[in-house]
């Protein structure tokens, strides 16, 4: 029986990637964890990091409980009951070159199949200048009760994550 924290995959973004997906995910842990930095292809200062769970994409199988997000000085709180895995943001191409957002997701007791899963997300991403970072804190209700197998992480529309960008999957007891 592994305890601690285990590495079960990592790497890097090597060219232009649409997904990355984590396949067959071990069974034997109880606590799921994702760490990514990367940026994505879209013209724009924030591109949505969209999770898709056990291959499933319908919006409804996911339920966002709310989120918060904190830009300079100021921070929204919403709790917006929205059905949608686009729930964090990720650096687009329009913010300053070479500059990754940092996005780290925690799935508790993924491998269970009693309860439907949770999912505790949070996101920094520079602005258009590079100097000024918006955090953002999220709560995300997957519907369904079945042990995580799979998880995709995409931009969620027609862009990609661009080369240079690393990833780390882990889990615990």
Known sequence: MATGFNVLAKGTFAGNQASITFSNIDQSYSHLQFEVSVRGSQNQSR??????????????????????????SASTLVNDGVSDPNWLSICGDS???NQLGSVEILIPNYSGTVLNKGAFGRASVADSTGNNTTKRYADLVYEDNAAVTSVLFSTGGT?????GGSYIMGAWK
Do not use: D, R
């Open 47 to 72: 591109v949505y990091f969209h999770m898709n769970i056990n291959g499933v994409n319908t919006g409804s199988k996911y339920m966002m409980l709310g989120w918060q997000q904190e830009s300079g």
């Open 95 to 97: 913010v300053q070159a």
């Open 159 to 163: 862009g990609y994550f661009m080369n």
